[in-house]
């Protein structure tokens, strides 16, 4: 699966941002998918994942309450609401996925295959 993550931009604290994430090839209803981030300087880190049907969803816990996760299968879509944003949460999003076969999700970004490009978030204070 190719995945193509979009939507970032600089927006002020408090202010709300939806990323897209378009993935194109085989089977995309059958993959866990991911949202990560990575700061300057600093290690990549899980945000949100969801399952193959959207049933179950885990986030970061700085994020729970103001981000959700959601997808799209007839469109092979899956989307990040940010809501209430912070500087904290500055950083390139990823998109990711991994093929599975049953209802699990994953914070760990060792189980994800496939990454898309990464799209800027910056958030001013």
């Known amino acids: 699966v190719q995945l193509q993550a979009s939507g970032g931009g600089l927006v002020q604290a408090g202010d709300s941002l939806r990323l897209s994430c378009a993935a194109s090839g085989r089977a995309f209803s059958t993959c866990v998918m991911g949202w990560f981030r990575q700061a300057p300087g600093k290690e990549r880190e899980f945000v949100a994942t969801?399952?193959?049907?959207?049933?179950?969803?885990d986030y970061l816990d700085s994020a729970n309450g103001r981000f959700t996760i959601s997808r799209d299968n007839a469109k092979n879509m899956v989307y990040l609401q940010m809501n209430s944003l912070k500087p904290d949460d500055t950083a390139v999003y990823y998109c990711?996925?991994?093929?599975?076969?049953?209802?699990?999700?994953?914070?760990?970004?060792?189980?994800?295959?496939?990454w898309g490009q990464g799209t800027q978030v910056t958030v001013s204070s």
């Open positions: 969801i399952s193959r049907s959207g049933g179950r969803t």
């Open positions: 990711a996925a991994y093929y599975n076969f049953n209802s699990d999700v994953s914070r760990n970004g060792a189980y994800y295959d496939y």
